[in-house]
């Protein structure tokens, strides 16, 4: 009889050992698994992070419809648009816009020159843009081109134009040598 309870409290003893070396297991398993998912999932927090602040910094910011006006003006304004690249753009408090643009004179001189245009917003008529100036090198446009250019602005109102804002310029001349435009933007036309 005693020989019998001894087997039967080994029996016992194994069996509990062996429920509790299976609980043990399965529960490292599951930490493993755990430490598994958290890694995946911060892997993933951390890849989405670091494609969402390269999108950032290198996505084109879109300009407003003033803008896409005064660049159209410029555009009409110089004789030769196609060698336009503006370079800066200063928006002062009174809502005058200054372009900083170059471009290649009848001459064949590179000009770095500045464009200064002033729309206001008029209030009676369903807040439509009208020029109020147009200045273009220290030299301002006649009020009676104004009232002509003003004639246009309805097509500006139904068709406005998208433009990204261009990139500044930096003050050292270290920075300039580097073109940023270039990563900004795919280039599909590369003599521009």
């Known amino acids: 009889m005693d020989q019998q309870k001894k087997e039967i409290a080994q029996q016992t003893v194994i069996e509990d050992e062996s429920q509790n070396s299976l609980v043990e297991k399965l529960t490292e398993k599951r930490k493993i698994q755990r ?7 911060m892997l993933a927090c951390l890849l ?3 494609g969402c602040a ?4 290198f996505k084109p ?6 803008y896409g006006i005064c660049h159209t003006m410029l555009e009409l304004m ?8 503006v370079s800066e753009v200063k928006i002062k408090r009174t809502g005058t816009m200054e372009l900083w643009y170059t471009h290649i004179d009848a001459f064949g001189e590179y000009r770095m020159e500045p464009f200064i245009c002033n729309i206001q917003h008029d209030a009676a008529n369903n807040n439509a843009p009208v020029i109020t100036e147009l200045r273009m090198n220290k030299i301002s446009i006649p009020q009676e081109r104004l ?3 003003n004639n246009a602005m309805f097509y500006f109102v139904a068709n406005p134009r998208a433009f990204n804002y261009p990139v500044e310029l930096s003050d050292s001349l270290a920075g300039l040598q ?3 435009e270039k990563f900004r933007k795919i280039q599909l036309d590369p003599k521009r």
């Open 35 to 41: 430490k598994k998912t958290f890694r995946r999932i």
């Open 48 to 50: 989405l992070l670091f």
């Open 54 to 57: 390269t999108w950032f910094l």
């Open 61 to 66: 910011f879109k300009a407003s419809a003033d």
């Open 78 to 85: 110089l004789p030769y648009p196609h060698t336009l690249y």
């Open 147 to 149: 009232a002509f250019l």
């Open 178 to 180: 580097i073109e940023t």
